[in-house]
């Protein structure tokens, strides 16, 4: 029988509507993170606006900070999927994801561009 353990740490940025760590356990066990943003504690995106970089490095420590109230690290990570919304971002992302892993462990990393519609609000995708 499998039991699921739902997670808010008070270290990473309140959650609206969702948890950020699932954790089930049974015959095996297998962690669930939410999407991170580039959110610090208090609710404020990390560095001046539009700094990308301090942005997913904040993401990044958000992600360990979920693992961590778990038991778990970045070497226990199989799979990180990424949205841009500018793959102009891809190379700082990539170094913040290498300074996060280590390197004979690194996860698979797929990633995909989102394109959103200013009238509707809704987002398109198209991988990359």
Do not use: W
Not at 69 to 91: E, P, R, S
Not at 100 to 120: E, N, V
């Amino acid at each position: 029988m499998s039991a699921h353990k739902f997670l808010n740490p008070s270290t990473m940025p309140a959650p609206r509507g969702y948890t950020h760590v699932v954790e089930t356990s049974g015959r095996s066990r297998t962690i669930y993170l939410a999407g991170q943003l580039g959110m610090t504690p208090d609710g404020k995106f990390a560095g001046v606006p539009g700094d990308f970089r301090a942005q997913a490095a904040q993401a990044f420590e958000n992600v360990k900070l979920g693992l961590a109230a778990v038991g778990a690290t970045f070497a226990h990570v199989v799979k990180v999927a990424v949205y841009f919304t500018d793959m102009a971002h891809l190379q700082t992302y990539s170094k913040s994801a290498t300074a996060s892993s280590t390197p004979r462990r690194r996860p698979l990393r797929p990633r995909c561009r989102y394109q959103s519609s200013r009238a509707t609000g809704l987002y398109s995708r198209s991988r990359r």
